[in-house]
């Protein structure tokens, strides 16, 4: 008898230890990427969400863009979700108010998709206002190769008879507009 108790004893408290981390306060996040471009690689970047700047919960997608977020303890009022790994963006993708349920399922297109107001401008999708949205320009920083390029003794490059070729550039970041008011990038 002793021995069964032994052994019911650390099983009980375990299950206990493990009910408050994953009890009824949490919420099962499932989601998945889909990206707009076909070549955009979705594999392993860092899905995160966040409320009042705190990170609630981060996780990496797989090869098909889909991931599982836990949130603890259940939160309220508003989160954010964003993407990381893409070159040095970090792409807003949603705004959630107020869960009501324990477990989501969510489908983030990437980048999101553009909201117009009625004067044809782009709105934030956290604020609604288009006055402090920016357009982003990214810069065509490919190198160019040259060929028939020749030296003189002093080191002064030639290229009179030398062939340039820019390669096409295909930018990596996916953001396209900013908000200055809530300091993201969509």
Do not use: H, W
Not at 2 to 30: A, D
Request: hydrophobic share 35%.
């Amino acid at each position: 008898m002793k021995k069964i108790l032994k052994c019911i004893i650390p099983i009980l408290i375990i299950t206990t230890l493990l009910s408050f981390k994953y009890g009824q306060n949490s919420v099962k996040i499932y989601g998945q990427l889909k990206p707009k471009k076909s070549e955009t690689n979705i594999y392993g970047l860092k899905i995160f969400a966040k409320t009042n700047n705190t990170i609630l919960a981060e996780t990496f997608t797989d090869n098909f863009g889909k991931f599982k977020l836990t949130l603890i303890p259940e939160p309220t009022g508003k989160i954010d979700f964003f993407c990381t790994g893409i070159k040095n963006d970090t792409i807003f993708l949603k705004r959630i108010v107020n869960i009501k349920t324990d477990s989501l399922k969510l489908t983030f297109s990437l980048p999101i998709e553009y909201k117009l107001n009625s004067n044809g401008k782009i709105i934030c999708p956290i604020c609604k206002k288009a006055n402090k949205v920016l357009k982003l320009f990214y810069l065509n920083t490919n190198p160019v190769s040259a060929t028939g390029i020749k030296t003189t003794d002093k080191g002064k490059l030639i290229t009179e008879n030398a062939i340039l070729k820019q390669e096409e550039y295909i930018p990596i970041e996916l953001s396209r507009y900013s908000c200055e008011r809530d300091k993201i990038k969509f």
